[in-house]
């Protein structure tokens, strides 16, 4: 499987080093002293051990790639984009390209990586959340990698993050909590600027 990686910072450079070292045919899109240092001495990755991949594939211009199967969107929000400009060239309509991860890593130093807790969990999948062959190879090429990865019933739920924290009963209650408290601070807040007497606001019956 061919798989590009745009935004090769912290995430991306794990995410495409476990995908290189699992078979896969990885590009790394980076700029900066993180590209040349990639391009000169390949790549690092501490996570439960320590490795080296020599022969990583680094270019700051996807035009070079080709078409891909994938591509990993790992940029910031500011560079969207510039990024979504610059990826066009290798992008088809075969293309996946829908994600959500929940990982911790940094760039420890140009050219290396390191993996922070234990917390790894790439979701994916097509808009209309069918289980399609390319879906389903990018699964097994994640699979081969080591990657948890699953196909979520639902990926723009899963991509916005109030759908795993309303799955989960303690994260759910935490945010319920939270809520609260926000109303009870901005009424007392309101009452005590007013000198108007508020009774208490309830959440609607639909948060819960």
């Known amino acids: 499987m061919k798989i590009a990686i745009m935004g090769a910072g912290s995430i991306g450079s794990y995410y495409g080093a476990r995908l290189q070292k699992g078979g896969s045919d990885v590009t790394f899109i980076a700029r900066g002293d993180h590209l040349r240092a ?21 270019t700051d211009d996807p035009s070079t790639i080709g078409p891909v199967d994938v591509v990993l969107f790992c940029v910031k929000l500011r560079d969207t984009e510039t990024a979504a400009r610059a990826i066009k060239p290798i992008v088809e309509p075969r293309s996946s390209r829908c994600s959500a991860d929940y990982i911790s890593v ?15 969990r790439l979701a994916f999948g097509e808009y209309d959340n069918s289980r399609s062959p390319r879906v389903e190879a990018f699964l097994s090429a994640c699979k081969a990698a080591g990657i948890n990865a699953e196909i979520p019933s639902d990926i723009m739920l899963e991509r916005s993050t109030i759908g795993p924290i309303r799955s989960h009963s303690l994260t759910r209650q935490f945010g319920l909590d939270l809520m609260k408290e926000v109303v009870s601070q901005s009424v007392e807040h309101v009452a005590s600027h007013s000198h108007l007497t508020l009774q208490k606001i309830a959440l609607p019956p639909w948060i819960n």
Not at 41 to 58: M, Y
Request: aromatic share 2%.
């Open 38 to 58: 990639m391009q000169r001495h390949g790549l690092t990755v501490e996570d439960a051990g320590k490795w080296h991949l020599s022969d990583a594939k680094a």
């Open 106 to 120: 940094v760039v420890e130093q140009p050219g290396m990586v390191r993996k922070i807790g234990h917390l790894e």
